[in-house]
């Protein structure tokens, strides 16, 4: 298609759709469903997990230590009893998200005993659809795999209980082999790589059979392993207001079937203001390494200040993982995933680098100090460490935000069928229509 046509059609788009951004206010609107101070509308209630990071104080925001609760338990101490548990803490957490309680035993025992069960991919579905038509990126291809699934399900429609829980546990169940698989095919296709395909083992783990299929020769050690569980458990879960689980909301009040709904949270999840900012961390810090002597504090922080004054990098004004709408002061998930960065880093004599990140989290918040105020609190959110995980994991980058959602499916099905059993009503927001002059029309 002609550019100079798509120009003309784009500046008809902008002449005829522009809105005043005063209208906004004038009107009151809710923009992003937020009021003006920054919180969230409230639009629903769910069990299943709550995000803290502030209270509101006669109309003021007064930051306080983040705290993020799985069910009616907070993430910090869920993560120090399973770590005391000594085992892989994912399918608990599955569990937990899923039904309300921690499993025993027992239940625990059926409960992987069943994700094993459906684990496997269709011969047919592996051929046709994963290795024959790889796209050039996991996240629709995640979301095309998904779709796919409901040709292969006999009774897709029905969303009585029974059902919804039948198809999270065979969506769960499938997904690590449906990414791994998406990733050695997409390489492949794309780059000339070997295609070598390993069918998940029964004695793994999830984070330990996505390592195992990840990677040719199947090798990991204990520690990447346990690192890739406890990124799994701390992406698992984020209230109801994020972008992509407010979308398995929305899409599932309509009563559309499972894999529509997981679809379109994964299409949510692929945007770069949500899910893929982990990705831009990563580019950011890479561009930091190219363009600054990292190692000198007042070089480093002259760069931020040109970062945060679009002058460098992407021109953006943003430090990528710095800063988050709820937590202030801190984000729980980031600091678990320090703490874990920092020993990973050890074991691969990678510390220095580290130690980058450290100081770039350290003087990002002084800068906010100077530019808003002493009072003023900025915290690292857990996309600013999660690249640097992934990249000590040697994990490629491709499949940073594939891996989020990976963790984040458990979720998306539990509010979906909180949506359907327990809400039942439709999501239908107001939007005021204006003409060209700012008038309200009807």
């Known amino acids: ?76 101490m869920l993560a120090s009893v399973l770590k005391l548990e000594n085992r892989f803490s994912f399918e608990k957490t599955i569990f937990l998200l899923l039904f309300g309680k921690i499993p025993t035993s027992v239940e625990l025992n059926l409960f992987m005993s069943s994700l094993r069960e459906i684990q496997n991919l269709p011969e047919e579905f592996t051929e046709n659809f994963l290795l024959r038509k790889p796209s050039t990126d996991l996240m629709n291809q995640l979301q095309r795999a998904v779709l796919c699934l409901y040709t292969l399900d006999d009774n897709p429609d029905d969303i009585s209980l029974n059902n919804l829980i039948r198809q999270a546990l065979n969506i769960i169940g499938k997904f690590p082999s449906i990414l791994t698989y998406s990733y050695h095919a997409y390489r492949h296709k794309h780059f000339n ?102 190692t000198n504090d007042e070089k480093l922080k002259e760069y931020l200040r040109k970062i945060l004054a679009k002058e460098a990098f992407d021109g953006s004004g943003l430090i990528y993982g710095m800063g988050h709408a709820i937590y202030t002061i801190s984000d729980p998930r980031a600091e678990l995933l320090k703490e874990k960065a920092e020993e990973l880093a050890k074991s691969k004599d990678r510390l220095e680098e580290f130690e980058i990140y450290k100081n770039i989290e350290l003087l990002t918040k002084e800068l906010f100090k100077e530019i808003k105020g002493e009072h003023y609190a900025i915290c690292a959110n857990v996309d600013f ?15 940073y935000t594939p891996l989020f959602a990976t963790s984040r499916i458990a979720s998306w099905n539990a509010h979906r069928i909180e949506q359907i059993i327990f809400d039942k009503k439709i999501i239908r927001p107001a939007y005021k229509a204006v003409d060209g002059n700012g008038n309200v029309l009807g």
């Open 385 to 399: 460490y999660s690249g640097f995980v992934y990249q000590l994991l040697n994990i490629p980058e491709s499949i």
């Open 193 to 294: 790589d070997s295609l070598v395909i390993h069918p998940p083992k029964d004695d793994l783990s999830i984070a330990e059979n996505i390592l195992y299929m990840l990677r040719h020769n199947n090798d990991f050690t204990r520690i990447e392993s346990s690192t890739l569980d406890l990124l799994l458990v701390i992406h698992a879960e984020h209230g109801g207001g994020n972008n992509s689980t407010f979308t398995s909301h929305v899409v599932s009040s309509t009563g559309t079937d499972t894999y529509s709904a997981i679809s379109a949270s994964i299409g949510s999840l692929k945007g770069p203001k949500h899910g893929g900012a982990n990705t831009m961390v990563s580019k950011m810090i890479n561009n930091i390494k190219e363009n600054v002597d990292y």
């Open 1 to 76: 298609m002609d550019d100079k046509f798509l120009d003309a059609l784009s500046a008809i788009i902008k002449q005829n759709n522009n809105i005043e951004p005063e209208l906004y206010e004038k009107l009151d609107v809710k923009r992003g469903l937020r009021h003006q101070n920054g919180t969230g509308v409230l639009v629903g209630l769910t069990k299943i997990g709550s995000v803290h990071g502030y209270n509101i104080k006669d109309g003021i925001k007064i930051p306080e230590i983040g705290r993020l609760y799985y069910r009616d338990y907070e993430l910090a």
